[in-house]
């Protein structure tokens, strides 16, 4: 069996109750409304189906609720989001057999009963959260909750990128041009906040927590030394300061924890750049995960076959690792 770990839905009761508050769906624009197997599945199964033994953990598409709404509507969305995701795994187990819960880190309060009410009441697997929150880091303090939250539940978090439009490619415009914002922002903002969660001692703090960045963990795998050398010099620094970080600071080298973070394969069958994210991440940290639909199940699992693996690494990639982080800690599931 191939579990997907990496795919998106937009559930009809969640398109229409965004459509009537933001039509442009934010960043994402016509997207959703171009890319229908994200609320009609009928392709989407066949496409499935070609796959043979082939299942799909789904998680709510870009953008992320809180660049385009409220604290309330934000709070709403996800509970609708949460609901129908958990009413498609239960009538489509066979191809669904999870989903990721939605949060809106706008109102913490409200995020964290919407987090526990999704895991407890619902069964989501996971949580999905993004690069920023309408432009503040993860590491703010004040979204450790969370973290700690999912290092209780032995539980992964999703940690999928963002950026908008708005943030120009020069300092010199307003905007950001050809898409560039999405192609190459999105990577640079996985690297960016792994960098900042890592400096910031999460994994210190929370022993066993489990985060999967999306696309083979942004730029990181492919400026392993550049950012090896960063992550040294700003330790070293880091350390030297008040203990204002939770302290005793970097019990581990900077780069080990770097590679405990999961990674899937939503490369869009670019096979050299995978081996690359393979050789930083190992394989009992790599995942495989597609992106459909905005990515192709069929060039996926190509991609796959033309690493040429050893059949128990590729057990690993396309089973093992997402069974083994699916499976959670504080309850039996």
């Not at 398109?15 to 409304?33: C, L």
Request: aromatic fraction near 8%.
């Amino acid at each position: 069996m191939i579990i997907d770990i990496a795919t998106h839905v937009y559930p009809r009761p969640v398109y229409d109750r965004v459509k009537r508050i933001a039509s442009n769906f934010g960043s994402m624009g016509t997207r959703i409304d171009n890319t229908r197997q994200l609320y009609d599945f009928d392709d989407r199964f066949r496409l499935m189906d070609e796959a043979g033994e082939y299942v799909q953990i789904v998680s709510l598409s870009s953008p992320p609720i809180e660049e385009f709404m409220t604290p309330e509507q934000g709070n709403e969305i996800a509970r609708v989001a949460n609901d129908s995701m958990a009413e498609l795994v239960s009538r489509h187990r066979d191809r669904f057999p999870g989903f990721v819960a939605s949060v809106s880190l706008h109102d913490m309060d409200a995020s964290m009963n919407e987090l526990h009410r999704a895991i407890d009441k619902l069964g989501a697997c996971g949580v999905q959260i993004f690069t920023d929150v309408a432009g503040r880091a993860l590491d703010d303090p004040e979204f450790d909750p969370v973290f700690a939250a999912m290092k209780e539940y032995g539980l992964p978090i999703w940690i999928h990128p963002t950026r908008t439009p708005g943030m120009p490619d020069f300092a010199s415009e307003s905007t950001s041009q050809f898409d560039i914002w999405l192609v190459l922002g999105w990577p640079y903002a996985t690297a960016a906040t792994m960098m900042r969660l890592v400096l910031a001692g999460l994994f210190e703090r929370h022993v066993g927590l489990k985060i999967i960045t999306h696309h083979m963990g942004g730029m990181i795998p492919f400026h392993e030394e550049r950012v090896a050398g960063a992550l040294h010099r700003l330790g070293l620094q880091a350390a030297r300061q008040k203990e204002e970080s939770g302290g005793p600071y970097m019990r581990r080298p900077p780069m080990e924890m770097m590679r405990m973070f999961y990674a899937d394969t939503a490369m869009h069958g670019a096979v050299e750049a995978t081996r690359c994210g393979l050789a930083f991440f190992g394989a009992n940290n790599t995942v495989f995960g597609t992106d459909c639909p905005f990515g192709s199940i069929r060039k996926g699992l190509d991609m796959i076959e033309r690493l040429e693996l050893e059949e128990p690494v590729e057990q690993k990639i396309l089973h093992d690792n997402a069974k083994r982080l699916l499976r959670g800690t504080k309850s039996e599931r």
